[in-house]
């Protein structure tokens, strides 16, 4: 199982980014996915998961509304739209999925909202 994130990046508040999520090693179009952060001296904070289809999808309170997730199933992809940053939302971003009862998550990329 591998799961690379890309997309992170320095960006201004109230810029835009959206992060991908490539993954292998396993029948992704079969697994329900969800992006986690984690800023400095904090525990991961969940943000949001999406079902295997793409048609249910769930937020934290403290995104929902200016992120979005989705996924392409033939790409082996998954995506998170980020629209309206804040300087609360610098973290290393994660994309994470349960197979087995094992959770497996990715290296992570950062996401800086600074002027």
């Known amino acids: 199982v591998q799961l690379v994130e890309s997309g992170g990046g320095l960006v201004q508040p109230g810029g835009s980014l959206r992060l991908s999520c490539a993954a292998s090693g396993f029948t992704f179009g079969s697994n329900d996915m969800r992006w986690l952060r984690q800023s400095p001296g904090n525990g991961p904070e969940w943000l949001s998961s999406i079902d295997s289809s793409g048609d249910r999808r769930y937020y934290a309170g403290s995104v929902k509304g200016r992120f979005t997730s989705s996924r392409d199933n033939a790409k082996n992809t998954l995506y998170l739209q980020m629209n309206g940053l804040k300087p609360e939302d610098t973290a290393v971003y994660y994309c994470?999925?349960?197979?087995?009862?094992?959770?497996?998550r990715g290296q992570g990329t950062q996401v800086t909202v600074s002027s």
């Open positions: 994470s999925t349960d197979i087995g009862g094992r959770t497996y």
